[in-house]
């Protein structure tokens, strides 16, 4: 199973990005997907994540400005980032529990990590 992060860029501070996440590979079903950043000489930290049933949670740095989103169908995950601030600033990585189709009926859970995407606002 893979995640593939898409859609950062630099944008002005105030200006919006919007991140893409798409898993593929051998999926049985997605449990919780989320958004991390690291920003540099810091910890990774949870930005929003959402469950299979659509509970949501955000860090309280990006309430109000940041919503995640998820398609379920095509096991898509967004992040509308807007109202963005230089703080923002970071490498962006999707998350997804995933249990992971194996052998015959065989299913087995897995945490996967996309790439990471940058985001860069600057003042």
């Known amino acids: 199973v893979q995640l593939q992060a898409f859609g950062g860029g630099l ?6 990005l919007r991140l893409s996440c798409a ?7 997605i449990n919780d997907m989320g958004w991390y950043r690291q920003a540099p000489g810091q910890e990774r930290e949870l930005v929003a994540d959402i469950t299979s049933d659509g509970r949501i949670k955000y860090a ?3 309430k ?3 919503t995640i989103s998820r398609d379920y169908a095509r096991n898509t995950l967004y992040l509308q980032m807007n109202s963005l601030k230089p703080e923002d600033t970071a490498v962006y990585y999707c ?8 052998k015959g009926w065989d299913t087995y859970p897995s945490h996967v990590w996309g ?4 985001v860069t606002v600057s003042s």
């Open 60 to 62: 309280d740095s990006v």
């Open 95 to 102: 998350n997804a529990g995933v249990r992971v189709r194996g």
């Open 11 to 16: 944008v002005q501070a105030g200006g919006s």
């Open 64 to 66: 109000g400005r940041f």
């Open 115 to 118: 790439q990471g995407t940058q």
């Open 23 to 29: 898993a593929s590979g051998s999926i049985f079903s």
